[in-house]
C-alpha cells in the first residue's frame, strides 16, 4: 500500500456510499482538528434524499464522523450509515392491503 501523504482537500468532492452501496452525498468541506491534525469528520451536501429529506429539503448537509470511514478511493465507503426507510405513500398502502 502507497504511504504517500494525500492533500486533505482531495477529499472534498468525492461521492460517498455506504457499505451496502447506498449513495449518501457529496464531501463539501471537512471538520479538522488542528491541534491533533486529523480529519474528524466529513462534510456532506447533495444528499440522498430519501435518507436525509429534511437536510436535503432545506439545503442543509450533515457531518458524518471520520470513524465512520472504511475506505477511502475513487468513491469513500462509510460503515455506519443509518439507512432510513421511507414510509409508504397511501397509493402504495392501499395497493398492497
Do not use: H, K
Amino acid at each position: 500500500m502507497d504511504d504517500t501523504p494525500q492533500e486533505i482537500t482531495s477529499l472534498v468532492g468525492r461521492e460517498v456510499y455506504s457499505n451496502n452501496g447506498v449513495f449518501v452525498g457529496e464531501v463539501e468541506d471537512l471538520r479538522l482538528n488542528v491541534d491533533g491534525r486529523t480529519v474528524t469528520g466529513l462534510a456532506l451536501g447533495s444528499l440522498n434524499t430519501e435518507l436525509f429529506s429534511d437536510e436535503a429539503r432545506s439545503g442543509q448537509g450533515v457531518i458524518v464522523p471520520y470513524r465512520w470511514v472504511r475506505s477511502v478511493g475513487d468513491v469513500i465507503l462509510i460503515n455506519d450509515v443509518v439507512e432510513r426507510v421511507r414510509e409508504p405513500d397511501e397509493e402504495e398502502s392501499e395497493l398492497v392491503a
